[in-house]
């Protein structure tokens, strides 16, 4: 382990799950990742080998199978693989996000029929809410679920669905108007349904089209997909929690623990470019000497550094009072907006110390440089978190009289 980004107070569990996994990504990630993300290609072996580890289970209650682990048991593995490849842990946080969303509001039916075989990672999960015609602004959704008798229709297209190919269970936010009178306020006549589906392209049901992958200029190997809705009937059972109209709070509390995840996808790959950098900088000669001897090399470096312990300081903190029962939504944006906006500055120094290397296929900081960029935009841009700070910050220092 590096000196760097240590976590105090760990369990010994906490501590073998983290061996392990660093373990795994230091054999069968890194020195696989950049080309298999080149050929833009599902690390299907990868997938099957987290399965074996139980990663897929890592907080699902034991009840269902699951290893019944903390968010920050859970966030420290993220961190760990994503240093290997972000995409991957990509793989696992959009599963992560509709199995928390299941155990906090599913109906007993639901946990029960979806939560084992999530736990094993034969039910792969994915969520959706963004649109094309709008990102941040969730209230604004246009995607529609009618009641047909016992049943619901829902229609409209959906954009961004990580997993959206790879997946075959979905967790879609949709408008349902019946029971709310007109004027009810937008979020409030929304709800969570539970689409299931086979995995591929195409019509992959009747009603649901999936109709491929969208070129990232990053953040590769990983599908991110549009999904069409036409029709697609859902039974009434398949409402998250059996109760519409409470479907943006749920959504809410999973990119809640998802901002965790982004946070510390932002710290492994800071971590890596820290490691290239530091590495590459006591190999590579200039004017005599390795250019780590150089004092503006130094100042990067200790720059880098400072900057990997204090995001990864913020990220555990985040997931500590989310897993203590209190309210993280202050801290989650934070630790996001933070840990993103520093793992691109590291990305980028260690770009600057790798010189024309750098802007080469071959180095591995080539690959981050693109990767980078995604986390100032997942789980809501830097301005949304920025939003929820300020906004946090005045109920929590509002004038009193």
Request: hydrophobic content about 40%; overall charge negative.
């Amino acid at each position: 382990m590096s000196r760097l980004a240590q976590t105090h107070g760990l369990t010994d569990i906490q501590q073998e799950i983290l061996s392990t996994v660093r373990d795994f990504v230091d054999k069968e990630i890194i020195p696989v990742a950049t080309e298999l993300e080149h050929r833009d290609e599902y690390p299907t072996q990868i997938v099957e080998g987290l399965k074996e580890l139980g990663l897929f289970g890592l907080m699902i209650p034991e009840e269902y199978g699951g290893l019944g682990e903390s968010l920050l048991t859970y966030a420290l593995c993220v961190e760990e693989i994503a240093r290997g490849w972000m995409s991957v842990s990509g793989i696992i946080n959009t599963h992560f996000i509709v199995a928390y969303m299941l155990k906090q509001h599913g109906t007993r039916e639901q946990r029960e029929h979806f939560l084992p075989r999530m736990a094993t990672g034969e039910v792969r999960g994915a969520f959706s809410m963004s649109e094309p015609a709008l990102g941040s602004d969730v209230s604004a959704i246009s995607t529609k679920g009618v009641k047909v008798g016992d049943e619901y229709a829902l229609t409209g297209q959906k954009m961004w669905l990580t997993n959206g190919g790879s997946s075959t269970l979905v967790a879609v936010l949709c408008r349902t108007d019946e029971g709310h009178p007109e004027g009810t306020a937008p979020h409030r006549s929304m709800t969570t349904f539970l689409v299931e589906k086979e995995p591929g392209f195409g019509e992959v049901r009747p009603g649901l089209t999936i109709p491929g992958k969208i070129e990232k200029m990053g953040y590769k190997g990983v599908d991110t997909t549009e999904m069409i809705l036409d029709g697609l009937r859902i039974p009434a059972n398949r409402v998250l929690g059996g109760t519409t109209g409470r479907g943006f709070y749920q959504m809410m509390d999973g990119v809640e623990v998802g901002r965790v995840n982004v946070a510390a996808r932002g710290c492994g790959v800071a971590q890596r470019a820290f490691e290239l950098g530091v590495s590459y900088a006591q190999q590579r000669h200039t004017f005599g000497k390795a250019i780590a001897q150089h004092q503006a090399i130094q100042f990067k470096l200790a720059e880098m550094a400072t900057k990997v312990e204090a995001a990864h300081a913020m990220m555990v903190n985040a997931a500590r009072k989310k897993d203590s029962g209190e309210r993280n939504d202050l801290e989650a944006g934070m630790a996001k907006y933070l840990a993103s906006e520093y793992c691109k500055e590291v990305v980028e120094d260690a770009f600057r110390i790798h010189g024309g290397y750098g802007f080469s296929k071959e180095y591995e900081i080539e690959r981050l440089y693109r990767e980078a960029p995604m986390l100032l935009i997942g789980e809501g841009t830097a301005e949304i978190q920025k939003m929820i700070i300020g906004r946090r910050l005045l109920e929590e220092y509002r004038l009193q009289g």
